[in-house]
């Protein structure tokens, strides 16, 4: 325990401390008198940063509506707590802004809310109530890196293969190193809708993914999980997490639809934050959850997420009527937007978002509404706070939203759904009915939109609809990267994402930064298998710059492919481009294809060629040089700014530099799971099946030499799991970057690297490209073609293509 002086300083600081978090000071006494017992008086955890716990457990408190315990003598500690309380001078409040950001769960919780401080933070003495918690609830967001089953696949075994000093050895033997031949192979998936509306996102903003909120019977929303699984949104995207209950009717505490209701109570006790152990909480088999999560854009886009899980099949289950529903939200907006007005609610701000929608509609004109649209208290409540901005309602963010109106388009969205996991359905409060109706501003009169608009929302039990199951999904919960970095911290660099056509969000898939063995894909990297004649043993440091080229050069001729500034050479990769320019001259064909034989239908085809490539060999582990050799140049990473983005001409996703790239430069490499042939097949008849689609690269340079076994046969298959280069687009024959197969750890060519060089000068913000080697006649590929709009004035399927571009 700290002593007593120590104490009376830590008790003075605190209550400036929750000033500041504009925290007044009698909410602070009751909480810091708690929490002064559950840390057995460990002040030092109450006051780390900057006092989190305390102002955590406040926040929860006030929320909770937790009763005050009930007073006693005060002890020493207590009387010292009202003493400094007495002498503070209470600062006008700083909105409290409680955003539970993705990065924010991981930081310690309060005690409160029976979770475990960091194990930074760990009292001597536990706080009691933190026997509920599972460390499972309070891990944060870390996404999953782990083999799971997509697209049907059954993705039972995934090991790792490093491209630098990991070991996977299998017993078997390599086969030799042959002649390089390749083609190259990307199948189609369903090419994304084209923008319907206009939009403007500033980069690096998002919009909440309408359209990822798939109607399917394949929920996966585990009881406690799913939010947790959302994405870092920064701001303009204020995500309030679920939390307790905030209803002020306690029956929403331990019961929403409980009490009131006469049906049995429904514990609302199993919030992320963490079960507080509550008297009245019922055996877990009889526990659901009821969340509430409140996103806005500045779009003007206000998502509103209900969900419950658990006990929905049980008889004795009970919705929270509309009423506990709206008020909800408007507790969520409150606490949120720190809205003090008494009068709020959240009909009367949409019905004030209605006024603006009639406002602008008479002034019409876009000059008009540079004064800004005139908005009700509700919204000026909002404008007032710090919030301005982020909900989007009120200040001048609101222009844009309403100066779309003149397009027919408002950017509003209100939606409100109860998402269950394990009902047959769904009851929402209909997502797009405020969207709709706004959309169809220019017909409404203005004696009834308003009154159109509220009553959509206004509690009223005919206005809940039965639509089908209306589930996050386990894709739907990957889709949600993080808009800094879709890398997940896997890369050197970070990878932004931007949509600024549409409100998607980017495809869900796991961020990989290396290879992966699927099941059945022979790859023998072991040391053993590199002979002294395709390693350089006693090299030391760069080996570029040594003036006798190593024994990793034979592979290119006895001449490094790199420069001493990492690019590559001009010679080699003006070899590389005529290969792609001209690959009729460069086609081998093998006498037993391992593409024909997975084909598996009945007779064998001919084999259909393999485009014959030079490859590049890099030092590795086993050499004697640094791993900053300039022989090592992909195994470095990815080293230059890069950025997906929403393509404009149709393509769906595509990657993009953020900074000029020289010539010669590498960009990255495609990596994805490694499948044998057989096993991408037999993905490609079940994506079929499901809708889904493989985005395959065949590792075919060595096929035309020798007899591939089938488990030697490879592709890469970076649908589900990849790096950036799965977004990169097709673009025929004038592509800025070409592919180079790149050996590092395996001397047999039938496992490599695939990656990507410039082959010239790009500029900041074009968009990366490569040739897919599509023969857009041919049908009979194993993937679906798609309708190619990469625009190049020697685009081999001009038909879909936009020469414009
Ligand atoms: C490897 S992915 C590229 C990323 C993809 N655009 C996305 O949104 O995820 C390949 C798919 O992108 C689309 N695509 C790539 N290049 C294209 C092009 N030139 N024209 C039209 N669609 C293209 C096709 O649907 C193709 O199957």
């Given at each position: 325990m700290a002593p007593k002086q120590e104490l009376k300083k830590l008790v003075t600081e605190a209550y400036p401390a929750m000033a500041n978090l504009g925290i007044d000071a009698k909410k602070v006494k009751p909480v810091l008198k708690k929490l002064v017992k559950l840390y057995d008086k460990n002040w030092e955890l109450i006051a780390e940063e900057n006092y989190r716990a305390l102002a955590d457990a406040i926040f929860e408190t006030e929320e909770d509506k937790v009763p005050e315990p009930k007073r006693k003598?005060?002890?020493?500690?207590?009387?010292?707590?009202?003493?400094?309380?007495?002498?503070?001078?209470?600062?006008?409040?700083?909105?409290?802004?409680?955003?539970?950001?993705?990065?924010?769960?991981?930081?310690?919780?309060?005690?409160?809310?029976?979770?475990a401080p960091s194990s930074s933070s760990t009292p001597s003495k536990k706080p009691k109530l933190n026997e509920n918690a599972s460390p499972k609830e309070f891990s944060g967001l870390k996404p999953?890196?782990?083999?799971?089953?997509f697209g049907g696949n059954a993705r039972t075994e995934v090991r790792s293969l490093p491209s630098g000093d990991g070991i996977v050895d299998q017993g078997?033997?390599?086969a030799s190193t042959q002649v390089a031949h390749r083609r190259r192979l990307v199948s189609e998936r369903a090419p994304p809708s084209i923008p319907s509306k206009e939009a403007t996102v500033e980069a690096g903003k998002v919009l909440l993914p309408n359209n990822q909120m798939h109607c399917t019977n394949?929920?996966?929303?585990?009881?406690?999980?799913?939010?947790?699984?959302?994405?870092?949104?920064?701001?303009?995207?204020?995500?309030?997490?679920?939390?307790?209950?905030?209803?002020?009717?306690?029956?929403?505490?331990?019961?929403?639809?409980?009490?009131?209701?006469?049906?049995a109570p429904m514990t609302s006790s199993q919030y992320r934050d963490g079960g507080v152990e509550d008297e009245n909480v019922l055996p877990s088999s009889n526990k659901a959850t009821f969340n509430v999560e409140l996103a806005s854009s500045t779009l003007g886009e206000v998502k509103l997420f209900l969900s419950c899980s658990s006990a929905l099949q049980r008889p004795n289950f009970c919705m929270p009527s509309c009423d506990q529903l709206v008020e909800m939200v408007g507790e969520k907006c409150r606490h949120l937007y720190k809205i003090s007005d008494p009068n709020f609610s959240v009909p009367k701000l949409l019905r004030d978002i209605c006024d603006c929608v009639l406002e602008f509609k008479k002034t019409g004109s876009n000059e008009d509404l540079q004064e800004g649209p005139k908005i009700g208290s509700s919204v000026d409540v909002l404008k007032e706070s710090d919030a301005e901005g982020t909900l989007n309602v009120g200040g001048n963010k609101d222009l844009d939203m309403f100066a779309n109106s003149s397009n027919g388009i408002i950017n509003v969205k209100s939606s409100a759904s109860l998402i269950s996991p394990q009902s047959p359905f769904s009851l929402s409060l209909d997502d797009d009915v405020l969207a709709s109706k706004m959309?169809?501003?220019?017909?409404?009169?203005?004696?009834?939109?308003?009154?159109?608009?509220?009553?959509?929302?206004?509690?009223?039990?005919s206005s809940l609809v039965v639509v089908p199951q209306h589930q996050l999904t386990a894709d739907d919960i990957r889709s949600f990267h993080d808009v800094n970095d879709l890398t997940k911290g896997e890369e050197r660099v970070q990878i932004s994402w931007v949509n600024e056509t549409t409100n998607d969000f980017p495809p869900s898939f796991n961020y990989i930064p290396q290879n992966l063995v699927f099941r059945d894909a022979y790859v023998n990297i072991s040391l053993s298998c590199i002979g002294s004649e395709d390693c350089c043993s006693t090299c030391m440091g760069n080996c570029v710059l040594s003036s006798t080229p190593c024994a990793c050069a034979n592979k290119t001729g006895g001449k490094f492919a790199y420069t001493a500034q990492g690019l590559l050479k001009e010679e080699f990769l003006e070899e590389c481009m005529v290969i792609g320019r001209n690959p009729q001259q460069y086609i081998i064909y093998c006498k037993d294809c391992p593409l024909e034989r997975s084909k598996n239908d009945g007779y064998l085809e001919p084999c259909k060629g393999h485009l014959k490539r030079k490859f590049i060999k890099e030092c590795w582990s086993k050499c004697g040089c640094g791993k900053q050799c300039g022989n090592r140049i992909i195994q470095q990473g990815i080293k230059y700014n890069l950025q997906v983005f929403f393509t404009s001409e149709g393509k769906g996703w595509g990657l993009r530099t953020l900074e000029e790239l020289p010539k010669g430069a590498f960009v990255c490499e495609f990596v994805g799971e490694i499948l044998t042939i057989k096993e991408l097949c037999d993905r490609n008849m079940k994506c079929t099946k499901n809708g889904k689609f493989t985005y395959p690269v065949l590792l075919?340079?060595?096929?035309?030499?020798?007899?591939?076994?089938?488990?030697?046969a490879l592709c890469l298959d970076a649908a589900s799991f990849g790096n950036s280069a799965r977004f990169i687009?097709?673009?025929c024959c004038d592509a800025n970057l070409v592919e180079i197969p790149v050996e590092v750890e395996v001397p047999d060519s039938h496992y490599y690297h695939f990656a990507f060089f410039t082959s010239r000068k790009i500029a900041a913000l074009e968009e990366l490209t490569w040739d897919y080697g599509i023969d857009f006649h041919d049908h009979d590929h194993p993937f679906k073609l798609f309708q190619c709009r990469c625009g190049s004035k020697f685009c081999r399927n001009m038909k879909g293509s936009n020469r414009s571009i």
């Amino acid at each position: 325990m700290a002593p007593k002086q120590e104490l009376k300083k830590l008790v003075t600081e605190a209550y400036p401390a929750m000033a500041n978090l504009g925290i007044d000071a009698k909410k602070v006494k009751p909480v810091l008198k708690k929490l002064v017992k559950l840390y057995d008086k460990n002040w030092e955890l109450i006051a780390e940063e900057n006092y989190r716990a305390l102002a955590d457990a406040i926040f929860e408190t006030e929320e909770d509506k937790v009763p005050e315990p009930k007073r006693k003598s005060p002890t020493v500690d207590e009387e010292e707590t009202e003493g400094e309380e007495a002498q503070l001078h209470v600062e006008p409040a700083q909105p409290l802004k409680r955003l539970r950001l993705k990065g924010q769960e991981s930081q310690p919780l309060h005690p409160l809310n029976n979770s475990a401080p960091s194990s930074s933070s760990t009292p001597s003495k536990k706080p009691k109530l933190n026997e509920n918690a599972s460390p499972k609830e309070f891990s944060g967001l870390k996404p999953q890196n782990k083999a799971v089953s997509f697209g049907g696949n059954a993705r039972t075994e995934v090991r790792s293969l490093p491209s630098g000093d990991g070991i996977v050895d299998q017993g078997k033997q390599p086969a030799s190193t042959q002649v390089a031949h390749r083609r190259r192979l990307v199948s189609e998936r369903a090419p994304p809708s084209i923008p319907s509306k206009e939009a403007t996102v500033e980069a690096g903003k998002v919009l909440l993914p309408n359209n990822q909120m798939h109607c399917t019977n394949t929920l996966i929303v585990p009881k406690d999980e799913p939010i947790d699984e959302l994405p870092d949104y920064e701001v303009p995207i204020a995500v309030i997490a679920p939390e307790r209950s905030s209803v002020k009717d306690s029956s929403m505490k331990n019961g929403i639809a409980g009490k009131n209701m006469g049906h049995a109570p429904m514990t609302s006790s199993q919030y992320r934050d963490g079960g507080v152990e509550d008297e009245n909480v019922l055996p877990s088999s009889n526990k659901a959850t009821f969340n509430v999560e409140l996103a806005s854009s500045t779009l003007g886009e206000v998502k509103l997420f209900l969900s419950c899980s658990s006990a929905l099949q049980r008889p004795n289950f009970c919705m929270p009527s509309c009423d506990q529903l709206v008020e909800m939200v408007g507790e969520k907006c409150r606490h949120l937007y720190k809205i003090s007005d008494p009068n709020f609610s959240v009909p009367k701000l949409l019905r004030d978002i209605c006024d603006c929608v009639l406002e602008f509609k008479k002034t019409g004109s876009n000059e008009d509404l540079q004064e800004g649209p005139k908005i009700g208290s509700s919204v000026d409540v909002l404008k007032e706070s710090d919030a301005e901005g982020t909900l989007n309602v009120g200040g001048n963010k609101d222009l844009d939203m309403f100066a779309n109106s003149s397009n027919g388009i408002i950017n509003v969205k209100s939606s409100a759904s109860l998402i269950s996991p394990q009902s047959p359905f769904s009851l929402s409060l209909d997502d797009d009915v405020l969207a709709s109706k706004m959309d169809r501003t220019n017909d409404f009169s203005e004696s009834n939109v308003g009154k159109e608009l509220v009553d959509s929302i206004t509690p009223n039990p005919s206005s809940l609809v039965v639509v089908p199951q209306h589930q996050l999904t386990a894709d739907d919960i990957r889709s949600f990267h993080d808009v800094n970095d879709l890398t997940k911290g896997e890369e050197r660099v970070q990878i932004s994402w931007v949509n600024e056509t549409t409100n998607d969000f980017p495809p869900s898939f796991n961020y990989i930064p290396q290879n992966l063995v699927f099941r059945d894909a022979y790859v023998n990297i072991s040391l053993s298998c590199i002979g002294s004649e395709d390693c350089c043993s006693t090299c030391m440091g760069n080996c570029v710059l040594s003036s006798t080229p190593c024994a990793c050069a034979n592979k290119t001729g006895g001449k490094f492919a790199y420069t001493a500034q990492g690019l590559l050479k001009e010679e080699f990769l003006e070899e590389c481009m005529v290969i792609g320019r001209n690959p009729q001259q460069y086609i081998i064909y093998c006498k037993d294809c391992p593409l024909e034989r997975s084909k598996n239908d009945g007779y064998l085809e001919p084999c259909k060629g393999h485009l014959k490539r030079k490859f590049i060999k890099e030092c590795w582990s086993k050499c004697g040089c640094g791993k900053q050799c300039g022989n090592r140049i992909i195994q470095q990473g990815i080293k230059y700014n890069l950025q997906v983005f929403f393509t404009s001409e149709g393509k769906g996703w595509g990657l993009r530099t953020l900074e000029e790239l020289p010539k010669g430069a590498f960009v990255c490499e495609f990596v994805g799971e490694i499948l044998t042939i057989k096993e991408l097949c037999d993905r490609n008849m079940k994506c079929t099946k499901n809708g889904k689609f493989t985005y395959p690269v065949l590792l075919d340079a060595d096929w035309g030499s020798k007899f591939v076994k089938d488990e030697e046969a490879l592709c890469l298959d970076a649908a589900s799991f990849g790096n950036s280069a799965r977004f990169i687009n097709h673009r025929c024959c004038d592509a800025n970057l070409v592919e180079i197969p790149v050996e590092v750890e395996v001397p047999d060519s039938h496992y490599y690297h695939f990656a990507f060089f410039t082959s010239r000068k790009i500029a900041a913000l074009e968009e990366l490209t490569w040739d897919y080697g599509i023969d857009f006649h041919d049908h009979d590929h194993p993937f679906k073609l798609f309708q190619c709009r990469c625009g190049s004035k020697f685009c081999r399927n001009m038909k879909g293509s936009n020469r414009s571009i």
